[in-house]
Structure formats: C-alpha cells, structure tokens
C-alpha cells in the first residue's frame, strides 16, 4: 500500500501551485499589448475552482507559473483581473455585467449565467471531454449491497476540485432511491485532501465506505491491485463536467481565438507539460454547451431538493 502513497500523494503546497499553472496557462497567458481595446478578453476565475485552497497561496503560486506561460505564449488579447480568483457572488456579478469575458467556473455557477455563456465555446481538459464518474467504493466483506443498505453508514470523500459536484450527485442519488438527504442518511461524512487518505480506510474496514472520481479509484487499483480484489463499487454517477472554462455571449471573436489557440498549444511548452501530466491529461479540447446538459439538470434537480428540504424545515414546529 505504501506504492500508492508514494505515486499519488501530492503536498497541499504543490496542489496549490499546480492549481493556479492551470489557470495561468489555460485561462491567463498573458497581459493584452494590441491597441484595439474592444478586443480585450477580461479573464478571472473562481474561488470555488480551488476546492477551498487557501486563495493567497494560489495567487502567489500563480505568479510564478505566469512568468514562465508567458515567456513562451506571447502577445494575447487577454487580461486578467488583478484579484485572479474572485469569490463566487463577485465574479457572476461581474459576467452578469459584462466586466468579465471569460470565466473558470464550477457546474453550479455555470447554471446560474447559462444564459449568458457563448454555448460554442467551452473549453475542457481533454479527461472532462465526455464527462466524468463519481464512484461510491465500500469493501468485498461489507453488507452493503445497495444504497439503501448504508443508512448510518461512515462515508470518506475525496476533497477535490474535480468533486464539486458530489453533494448535487449524492443528494439526487437519495432523491431517487425514495431516501432521506444524506446529513440524515449516513451516520457522518469527512472530506480528505489526499486519495489514500480516502480509500486505504475502506480497504483497512476502518469506514464503511467512500467517494472519489473514478479516474482517481482506477489510478489506485492499477497501482496496487490488492485494492481492486477487496474494494469493489458500490454506486457509479451519471457523466458530470464539474469545471469549465466559459465565454460570455458577445465577447470579442479575435480575443477569444487568439485565447483558444493558445490553450489549445499549452502542451507544447514546459511549464504546460507539467500541469497537463499532473492532471492526467493530454491537453484541453474545445465544447459546445451540449456537453453540459446532463450536469445541469442533474443541478437544476439538486437545486429543487435544497429548496424542498428549506421549506420543509422552515414548515417544522
């Protein structure tokens, strides 16, 4: 098992500084120098894409990958809010009137200014082209057989920027099976930072059960398939794009494809290298909205349930 902590493991520090090189490179290569302004793509990015990193260390982690995107990318129609990563409430406010041009955003911020997005353009790294899974993995000797099976049950989840969207999945998933919302179905749930750190407890029977991306469980297995022949999955998520990079509808077409260009180039310098491959992915490719529909209803869904649980709460002696 200790192979696994060694291939997967990554500091917090060097999440962080991989974090924000994937922004730099794919979302803000560099300061605009043309001399039409109309042309002028404002760029930022949103809190929530850190997966509740610490957003000083992030911007600072950013300043150094930039110097080096920018030494290679050249001179770009684009230019980057000084804060970089904006709250959430801050940056729709922004894309809602028109301050920002191009937007990294989570599936349920995405929701809120679909109406406004460009629903040509979004760009995706190349593993979120089709969409990703969430698995829920509990072990062999267990005697969960179902969902429903797991009332009271210990839950480990992976905290990552790719699991944004597990509550929504997690929620909708109970709605379905005719089950009470998960704070009142599983007896507790506890977020980690590092993927050992969430499926080894299964493995060991230290928890009863876990979630995570299946990309990340399918990485572990292959490094020690002893995890694949005692831990076996329990629930698979329908397809889910938890991040994008967006456009706002009238934005300018030269800023933006001089931008597309450049993400779509971003494995050919180093520093692009080095992100790309710490993501497991080859590079970014370009999609319409229509790789977004299954997310949004299952977040308009999602939506419904908190409004449903509010009321119900707000209706209760």
Known sequence: ???IADRIHITRRECLALMAGAAAAAIAPA????????????????????????VSDARA??????????????????EIVPEIFLPSPQLLAGIRRGSIDCYGITALEYEKVADLTDPNFFLLQDYL??????????????????????????????????????PAWMET???ENNLPPAERFFGSQTARDNVTQVALPVFFRRVDGACLARRS????????PQLGRDVRTLVV?????????CFR????????????????????????????AMYQAHGFVVRTSAVMKSTVDMVAQYQRLLAQQTSGRKGQP
């Open 129 to 166: 082209a089709d969409g990703m899974e969430y698995v829920l993995i509990v072990h062999n000797s267990s005697p969960y057989r179902k969902i429903g099976d797991m009332r009271g049950a210990q839950i480990l989840t992976h905290h990552h920027r790719d699991m944004v969207l597990l």
């Open 1 to 3: 098992m200790e192979q």
């Open 61 to 78: 982690a950013y300043a150094v990958w930039i110097k080096e995107v920018t030494g290679h990318m050249g001179t770009l129609r684009a």
């Open 173 to 175: 998933m109970l709605a």
């Open 249 to 276: 509808r009238n934005s300018s077409p030269e800023g933006r494809r001089a931008l597309i260009d450049a993400v779509m180039k971003i494995a050919s310098i180093p520093a692009g290298q080095q992100i790309v």
């Open 31 to 54: 300061h605009c120098l043309g001399e039409d302004n109309n042309s002028l793509l404002h760029v930022a990015i949103s809190t929530d894409t850190l997966a509740g990193a610490n």
């Open 217 to 224: 469980w399918e990485t572990a297995v292959e490094l020690n």
């Open 237 to 245: 998520s329908p397809k889910v794009v938890p991040i994008a990079i």
